[in-house]
């Protein structure tokens, strides 16, 4: 049973966002990469729990805190037999470990061990279950499910789930008994009410609203080549059509992720999209899917 489903990160929608209004750093893009990376392969590995067979429950993108320390799960499933945490890699390539460094063998470039990372979440996580007083048996593991990754000096002591491992884990953790409790729906019940929704270590580049390029990007490549042809916003680089009032919401959305704190108005979204339609299409779309907040000059949507 899927308590908790797993969402994009904000993080990496902004940086989307900012990567087709302004030229990101290389430090960002990376970031940018990384995240995009690691979100298709929790995907994946989400599609793949899907069918799990007999009682659990499944806890996606978790984030806890314990002792003012702040530690995130990628996955947890809570089965009979214990509580499975699973830390999700999708690294592509060549890799080595050197001691408790991880390395790329093609560029030489360090990347943080995730099991040191994991064996940090799991003491927490002990020491959380601890402060409840529950009593969980904990498996830890970190698993790499791109097919087109390779782990060198892997040591067979240590929590690592290699591609050609991953349907054997899980055929064999499908394959086990699976009966849940009260103490185990008290679990879940008390990781999602100890959920933190903001992550206070998020980081994201600095931007101001009079920098980015204003207009209306392509739904699917995410140019910004776009006009606007009888009911629909047509992309110049790729061809797709799309409804002007769905493209206008899209918009809206991405002023409301990029600047939460500036007021939704008729004259902001008009200027944010470049003036592609008229403000009377705006206000038909703002009427339509949101609310309006006052009734002076000051009034404005949410």
């Known amino acids: 049973m899927l308590l908790k489903a797993r969402t994009e990160p904000k993080e990496l929608i902004t940086l989307r966002h900012l990567s087709r209004r302004t030229e990101l750093s290389p430090q960002d893009k990376f970031q940018l990469w990384t995240m995009e990376k690691g979100f298709t392969g929790e995907m994946i590995f989400d599609r793949m729990t899907e069918n799990l067979a007999e009682e659990r429950y499944i806890i996606d993108d978790l984030l806890l805190q314990v002792n003012n320390s702040y530690f995130q799960l990628d996955k947890v499933i809570i089965a009979q ?63 790499f499910n791109n097919p087109e990754f390779t782990l060198y000096q892997a040591p067979m ?17 499908n394959c086990t008994p699976s009966k849940l409790d009260n103490s185990h729906k008290k679990l879940a019940q008390t990781l999602l009410s100890l959920h933190q929704v903001k992550n206070p270590f998020a980081t994201q580049p600095a931007y101001q609203y009079d920098q980015l390029e204003k207009g209306m990007y392509c739904r699917e490549c995410g140019s910004l080549n776009t006009e606007v042809n009888d009911y629909d916003l047509v992309c110049g680089k790729c061809g797709t059509h799309e409804r002007i009032e769905d493209a206008i919401v899209r918009h809206i959305e991405e002023i409301k992720v990029l600047f939460p704190e500036k007021k939704i108005t008729t004259q902001i979204v008009y200027e944010w999209c470049n ?15 949101y609310v309006l907040v006052g009734k002076t000059s000051d009034s404005y949507f949410k």
């Open 157 to 173: 002591d240590q929590p690592i789930i290699l591609p050609t491992q991953v349907n054997r884990f899980l055929k064999e953790l």
């Open 81 to 143: 037999d214990g509580v499975y945490l699973i830390d999700v890699k999708y690294h592509e390539g060549d890799y080595y470990l050197d001691g408790d460094k991880l390395y790329s063998v093609r560029t030489s470039r360090e990347y943080k061990n995730p099991v040191i990372q994991l064996t940090r979440s799991e003491t927490l996580f002990r020491q959380l279950l601890q402060n409840l007083k529950m009593n969980h048996l904990v498996r830890a593991s970190v698993i």
């Open 275 to 289: 003036r592609k339609v008229s403000r009377r299409t705006f206000l038909r779309v703002l009427k339509k899917h």
